[in-house]
Structures are given as C-alpha cells and as structure tokens.
C-alpha cells in the first residue's frame, strides 16, 4: 500500500531530515560567523584652528581628528570605507547619506567642528554618529562599535576618559508612529503576500476536476491557464489595495511612495502565485501538492534571510536564496517604507524575472499534463 | 457523420483497437457493448480527438472531419457533446445547475441569455426540478446530477453527443428513465448518439448495436437484425425441469438441431434450435423419452443480452479452437525435428 504513494512517501521521509540538516547547516555558519566589521564613513567638520575668545587671536591646535580616523581604523568592529573632510569637501556629509540610504554603510561618524579644541582645554569629547537605524536589532552594535573606536584613540592618545556619543537615528521612526507596529509590519507583509498568494493557487489544476471536460470544448489549454492567472491576479491586487489600507490606517509610517508599496506588495504577490500554480501544475494528487507546497514554503523562510544574512551563507545556499522571492521581500519593502527607495530595483526585476519563469513552465507542465475523461 | 475504417490504436506493444470500421448516419443512437478493456472508451477517445495522432491509425471521420489533423480538433469539438461517467469530471459541485451552463457554454461562444435559455427548456424535458436551479449542484440527486450533464452534454446542440456509462450507478427503475429520456432527446433534436456502457438494456433504444470483445468488433447491426441472425430468428424454447443439473443438460445437447442451450435459472434453461417449429414437439418428446420431468414450457423472441452471451461465447470458443490447434501444430513440428 505504502509503494503506491511513493512521492508522498518520498516527501515524509526526506524533506523533514533536509530541513533539519538545512538548518543545522545555518546554525553552524551563524555561531562560526565571525564578527563582521560594521561599514562606515568618517565626516570630518574639525577646522583644527582655535580662536581666543578674549582676544580673537587664531592658533593652531593638535589635530585630532586625524587620531580618530586611525582608532576606527584600528578598532576591529569598525570598517572604515571613506573619510570625509566636510572643510574643504561641501558635500562630504552628502555623500556620506547615499552610502547610507544606498545601504553601503551603517554608520556615518561626524566629527565636529570643535572637537580638538575640545580637547586640548581638556573638555569631554564629543562624537555624533548617524546611525542607520531601519533595523533595530542592529542599533545596539552600531552604537558599541563607534564607543570601541573611542575607546581606542583615548587609550592611544592618553586622554581623559570621558566621552560623549550622541546618536542620531536615521530611517528612524517617528515618535508619534508605533515602532513595534512599523518594525514588524515588513517582514509581515512579505510573508503574508507570498505565502497567502500560494495558498489561494496551491489546488486550482490538481483540484478542479471538471478541467478533464473543458478540454473536450474548443476552449484552449493555454486560454484555461491564462484565465486562472487573470481570476488571481485580480484577487491579489484587491488582497493589495487592502493589505495597504489597512496598514495605513493602522499607522504605517512609510517614506517612499504608496503606489511604490503597493507595486511591491504586488510582484511579490504575483511571485508567490505563479509558485502556487506551478505546484499546482506539476502535481499529481491534491496531497502531493499540500506536501509540495509545506517542503517549498519552509525553505523559502529558512533561506530568506531572517536567521542567517543571505550574504553570511556558503555561496552554494546564497545563489539559491536570491532565486527564492521571499528573499527579496525584506529588503525591497524595508526599502520603500524606511528609506524612500524606488521599487525599481534590483529586487524588484529578480521577483519579475522569477515570476516569468515560473509561469512559463507552468504553461509547459500543463500543455503536458495528461486529462482523461 | 461519424465514419470510421480499419481503425487500430497501439499503445506500445499493446494493441487495443484491430482493424475496427463502422459508419453511424445522422440522428442515429449507436450502442458499444463489451466487458470491460474491450476497447469501447478508447474508440471513443479517438473520435473525441483525446488520443494523440501518433497511437491510431486507420480513417476516421467526425462530423466530416478527420481528428488525425490537430487543426481540426477545435471544429470537431465544438460540433460534439460529451457526457462522463462520472459527475465530478463533469460538473463544478459548488456552482448551481445554471451557473455550471455559463462555464461550458462560454467555451462554446454562446452567449450567456441563449445559453440560460436553451438550458431551461432541456432541463424541462429532463425532468430536473425547477428549485434546483439556482442551488449548489452538490446539493442534487444522483439522478439529477446524471440527467444535469446530459443537459450540459447537449446545451450547445452538438451534432453527436457520447454518453460514457450513463445508466452505471444509477437504480434499476431509474435506468429505464434515464434511457427513455436519451431517445425523448434523440427524437426531439436528432442528435447523433454514442453510448458507452455495460448495460445491455440499453439496446432497448439502440439503432445499432456494436460488440466489441478485446480491440475487435464482433458486430455491428441493429439489435433486431443481430437477433434475428440467431437460429431460427431467435426463437427460444425456456423450459423448466425438475431437478435440473449439468448432466441432465448436457444430454438435452445431444438433440442434434439444437445450437444453443443456456442455463437461466435454477430448474430453467433457453434452448435454440434450427425449424424452431418444427423441431420444438420433437424436442419435447427428447426430454420426455430421456425421463425427465417438463414442469413448465413457454416460447419467446431472445434478447439482445442472449445474442451478446451467444456471440461472445462463440468468440471464446473459436479462440480457444484457434489456441488448441497453434499447439497441435507445434507438437507435430516438435516431434518431426
């Protein structure tokens, strides 16, 4: 009885211990991560001239920032990829945001304009850093890094001790808006558009039946497949207009564009969609889809980049996570509500390019799958 | 309208359909009669243009077209009707009756007031109630749900409608219904009609009758004439005897004009034989003279289902007089070397 299920059989008994072995694999990469460097960039405003008060006499005084700039790059947590002298370089701290905004660094570190001075009168220094804050798991160690940089010049300087950090929090949310809501609202979506679009196409060849009948009417198979798409596609923007409705008037702060939103809600969606329906293609039995789909949807989430960063994995598991849609979801939404970024991105056209391909072979499962009637 | 010559259907080494040929002229109810793996359904799904050109051969046309050509399937499809064996193939069970018209008379460009129309005059005829309409289709009879597809088989007005299996299931007392509602359908739209099934009563309504035994067609006539090609047209002598077993029969056999002899009951055989008339008092006396009790006697026309035992018991019997002497042959052979 056992053999005449043999690809359900197949999926009970290999897919479970893969997915174990697939997360002891990441469990090994996330505790042998080494500790990466956190990205950033050095503005510099310190003019190193001091003007007497009493007298309005100019002197040079020790240049300190120069000394900063070797303790970040000595300090291990810290990388640093440009510095910036914001008095001579106008743009300097312009160029130091889109490294940010574009995701390049984490941290911008401003010196400012006083901070010699500060501290050859034997003053607390003062560092600022603008700190990406879209993901606030990570502000903690941004934060720790720049103080490990601090720690370093005043050891190697032998200065007092004391240090002040103020930070600014960039992509941050703002006050009057729920961070808990707006933190979780991301991966949420992501989720639920993928995962809802597969479920709503998971059956619709394996299950309809009377599909057998239609083909022995003029009707095309392709013009069968296409009118699914259309019928989902339709749902699924409706599912959309809701989904941002909803967030919107449940406090969503977004930065970037509704309508970019909403397009990115929506190839994600399509994404998902098309992998329900060529499960759903290229299954034989109603189980055999639901087994499929619980096999695909698990390694979606394992490799999207919630428990490992996608770019910590062996290359092998990377090349596969970027093919996968959820992987994509994540950044190209936390794009759009965080940092104002367009939906025309590199995420964007890999879901489209994805969504392409799984619909194509869809056609070519069902243009082949055998009806009897 | 439907021609078919030397059709034979291969699917790998296995040979399922040999050298069939038939033609079926327009409004005519056509019978396939044979046991299971006779190769009705797949003669079927030739004409139907469900098997791909690759797997027949042989000259087959449908509505004037031939379904070798892929071209042509879209045209043969739209001029045919088919009604399933089974209802889940057939009918979306959580739609009403009317909203299930709308799906497949879609793919037939109908438009959807014609199709609402055409479908409640069928309905009509079929006898399916009036405050199932507009319910869900799960929520049907088995009878309505069988009469609601051969509604659906015909809302387009096919030329030719094949009906797979369409008393299978269904009650005994029902059969008849459903049987007399193909031939209302059949008089009142000369539709061509093709019926699949197992179910010999169906000759009742039959214009031909096929038999189909292992891919070959063993005869092809109206069931009158099939059953007048037995002996003596097919009278039948059924007579009762009184302890009947198969000694008592076998030495009734030795009545030389018999040809058939077959047990239907308990103490009850059907006996054919040449000059009926003539030869029916000289049977009598037989089985008086061999000391055997008559109980009861009567004579009759057979029936379709009696020509269909005869004919594939004569079928096997040739089969195993073939086999027997292959063997023969090979004996001899084995011994000359």
Known sequence: MLWTDKFNIFIALVVPPLVIALLGVMGSISSTIPVMPINCVVVSYDSNTFINENNFTESRIDNYHGPYVNAVNKSELLNLVHFYNATTDIYGMESARELLNTKQIEIIIAIPVDFSELLTLNYPGLIDCIIDSSDPQKIQDNINAVFDSVKIFVKDNNLTPQFELRGFEEFAIPENYSPKFNNSIVMTLSFMVIGVGMVLTILVIVHE??????????????EILLAKYITYTLVLLIQNISLVATALSFGLYIVGSVFDLFLALFVLGFAGLSLGIFISSSSKTKTEANQLFFAVFLVLVLLSGIFVPISAMPVYLQFVAYILPLSHGDPLINGIITKGKSVFGFDFYVLLLVSIILVVFSFILFKRRKYEV | MVEVEKLNVHFGKKHIVRDVSFNVNKGEIIGMFGISGAGKTTIIRVLTCQIV????????????????????????????????????????????????????????????IEAVKVAKSLFTILDIPKDTWNKRVKYMSGGEKKRLS????????????????????????????????????????????????????????????????????????????????????GMIARVTIDNLNQQIISIIQQFSPIQEILRVGNEVVEIMMDDFEVNLPKLIQFIVNKGFNITAMSRDIATFRRFFQIRIKEEEQKEKDQSTLLVKNKEVENEKT
């Not at chain 2, 299978?168 to 019926?195: C, H, P, W």
């Not at chain 2, 699949?196 to 009742?204: G, K, N, Q, R």
């Open chain 1, 209 to 222: 039946q009377p599909i057998a009948r239609l083909l022995l009417t003029p009707i095309k198979r392709n």
């Open chain 2, 53 to 112: 050109q690759k797997y027949w051969s042989g000259k087959v046309n449908v509505t004037g077209l031939s379904p070798h050509k892929k071209r042509n399937h879209g045209v043969i499809l739209s001029n045919i009707g088919y009604v399933p064996q089974l209802e889940q193939l057939n009918l979306y069970f959580d739609l009403s009756p009317l909203a299930n018209v709308e799906i497949f008379t879609s793919t037939y460009g109908m438009g959807k």
């Open chain 2, 150 to 233: 051969m509604a659906i088989g015909l809302i387009h007005n096919p030329n030719v409608l094949f009906l797979d299996e369409p008393t299978t299931g269904v009650d005994a007392s029902k059969r008849y219904e459903i049987l007399s509602y193909l031939k209302k359908l059949n008089q009142k739209l000369q539709t061509t009609m093709f019926i699949i099934t197992h179910d010999l009563e169906a000759a009742l309504i039959c214009d031909k009758a096929a038999i189909l035994r292992e891919g070959k067609m063993l005869s092809f006539d109206s069931p009158q004439k099939l059953i007048n090609s037995l002996p003596s047209n």
